[in-house]
């Protein structure tokens, strides 16, 4: 059993993206149902966790939306998903926290009550993750026992790896909760839904 002096759980919301996909104009700023659409995403983890809430973020503007978080800046070139994963989770290391739930910016439509499943089935030697076709992602709540192993992750798709290997309990997230907006059309399409 990991044993920390932390918080139980950090939340970890991940919004750092490039967004080069969408355009001109930052996405996580994009009008989402009268809100940015990080606004969501960071509502939702707010109401999940009692715990300190993190945002990693490279967008001042981003930074502006997000009172209460504890802003981690990325800054220089673009990197990938995993530096800012590697961003958090080092946070969430250093102040010991027992779990981190990481949600990414670009998903609005991930309910509170997946979140806060995700951090009551995740154990102490066990991650929870979303999933779709038993394939494990995120958002998810990860143990501590596995921050070093999620700080050695790499690319965009190192979560992934990481929660197939530590053999992630996956939960069901409905299809339309598990859309992120990567491009203009995406949220036309989620808001006509």
């Given at each position: 059993?990991?044993?920390?002096?932390?918080?139980a759980?950090m939340?970890?919301l991940?919004?750092?993206?490039?967004?080069?996909?969408?355009?001109?104009?930052?996405?996580?700023?994009a009008?989402?149902?009268?809100?940015?659409?990080?606004?969501?995403?960071?509502?939702?983890?707010?109401?999940?966790?009692?715990?300190?809430?993190?945002?990693?973020v490279?967008?001042?503007r981003?930074?502006?939306l997000?009172?209460?978080?504890?802003?981690?800046?990325?800054t220089?070139?673009?990197?990938?998903?995993a530096?800012?994963?590697?961003?958090?989770?080092?946070?969430?290391?250093?102040?010991?926290?027992?779990?981190?739930?990481?949600?990414?910016g670009?998903?609005p439509?991930v309910p509170?009550?997946?979140?806060?499943?995700?951090?009551?089935?995740?154990?102490?030697?066990?991650?929870?993750?979303?999933?779709?076709?038993?394939?494990?992602?995120?958002?998810?709540?990860?143990?501590a026992?596995?921050?070093?192993?999620?700080?050695?992750?790499?690319?965009d798709?190192?979560?992934?790896?990481l929660l197939t290997?530590?053999?992630?309990?996956?939960?069901?997230?409905?299809?339309?909760?598990?859309?992120?907006?990567?491009?203009?059309?995406?949220l036309r399409?989620l808001?006509?839904?």
């Amino acid at each position: 059993m990991t044993t920390t002096s932390g918080p139980a759980v950090m939340g970890l919301l991940l919004a750092a993206g490039q967004g080069t996909r969408f355009g001109s104009g930052n996405k996580l700023l994009a009008d989402w149902d009268g809100r940015p659409v990080v606004t969501a995403a960071a509502l939702a983890l707010r109401r999940a966790v009692d715990g300190p809430c993190v945002a990693v973020v490279r967008d001042a503007r981003v930074a502006a939306l997000l009172p209460g978080f504890i802003i981690l800046r990325m800054t220089g070139p673009a990197q990938d998903m995993a530096a800012s994963l590697h961003r958090g989770i080092a946070h969430a290391a250093e102040i010991q926290a027992g779990r981190a739930l990481v949600v990414l910016g670009d998903m609005p439509c991930v309910p509170v009550t997946h979140l806060m499943r995700l951090v009551r089935c995740a154990t102490d030697s066990r991650p929870a993750a979303s999933g779709h076709d038993g394939r494990p992602g995120v958002p998810a709540c990860l143990p501590a026992r596995l921050f070093s192993t999620a700080l050695a992750a790499s690319g965009d798709m190192g979560a992934r790896r990481l929660l197939t290997d530590a053999g992630a309990l996956t939960i069901p997230l409905a299809p339309r909760a598990r859309h992120d907006i990567d491009r203009p059309e995406d949220l036309r399409r989620l808001s006509h839904n």
